[in-house]
């Protein structure tokens, strides 16, 4: 079984600062790795994903993250927030041998993009 | 319209009470699933379906009831609602096609409280 620990609940930064959202898990075999981002009242949509390769991923809307796989860690970034990146966001990782796309989700953690 | 479509979007039931949320995808997904959203827990899998006729229970199963009659429908009852599942509940949906790794959709959200 595989578990996410989302490290910060909430994370309030001033527009056009850089921001770095915490990811960290837990599995006793490969995973891949999710972000995705929930808007108010609205479902999730997916940011980015690691499946292999490159450990930096770029996704939409200017984030990135980079797998690291000795600290088990999937850490997203943005260089420059806006006020509409405020949105909650949750990490998610898959089991690679298991079949049928299941997710374990995160507690997630609630971006506020100040003006 | 295409995607994936939940009804309805909110719900006031009182305990002891049978209610059926319904989701509806146009995309013919193999795989379909249902969360339910709570405060400090992130999103929850409840059950998962694999094909038509073919479900199973993730994580937090007990006290729902799902059925996939047709590939497009997957509908989740509560057969006797309780407090504790007031809560917001998320379908989504996602292809499986040769072994690659698919996003999933997530539909709008059930806003659903039981009193």
């Known amino acids: 079984a595989q578990s996410v620990t989302q490290l910060d609940s909430q994370v309030p930064v001033f527009e056009e600062a850089p921001v770095e959202l915490r990811c960290n898990y837990s599995?006793?075999?490969?995973?891949?790795l999710f972000w995705y981002v929930q808007y108010p009242n609205q479902g999730l949509q997916l940011l980015l994903k690691?499946?292999?390769?490159?450990?930096l991923v770029k996704g939409i809307n200017g984030f990135e993250a980079e797998f690291n796989k000795s600290q088990t860690s999937f850490h997203l970034r943005k260089p420059s927030v806006h006020i509409s990146d405020t949105a909650e966001y949750f990490c998610?990782?898959?089991?690679?041998?298991?079949?049928?796309?299941?997710?374990?989700f995160g507690e997630g953690t609630q971006l506020t993009v100040n003006p | 319209d295409a995607g994936i479509t939940q009804s309805p979007r909110y719900k006031i039931t009182e305990t002891g009470r049978q209610v059926t949320l319904m989701c509806h995808q146009t995309?013919?997904?193999?795989?379909m699933f249902w969360y339910r959203q709570d405060l400090g827990h992130g999103l929850r899998l409840i059950y998962y379906?694999?094909?038509?006729?073919?479900?199973d229970k993730g994580e937090v199963p007990d006290g729902y009831v799902v059925s996939r009659s047709k590939t497009e429908n997957f509908p989740l009852t509560l057969e006797s609602a309780t407090r504790s599942q007031t809560s917001v509940y998320f379908c989504?949906?996602?292809?499986?096609?040769?072994?690659?790794?698919?996003?999933?959709?997530f539909g709008p959200g059930t806003r659903l409280t039981v009193t």
């Open positions: 989504a949906s996602s292809e499986s096609l040769g072994g690659g790794i698919h996003e999933q959709y």
């Open positions: 599995s006793s075999v490969s995973v891949y």
């Open positions: 690691y499946l292999s390769g490159s450990t």
């Open positions: 998610a990782v898959r089991n690679i041998e298991t079949s049928g796309s299941r997710l374990t």
């Open positions: 995309w013919s997904h193999s795989y």
């Open positions: 379906s694999a094909a038509a006729d073919i479900t």
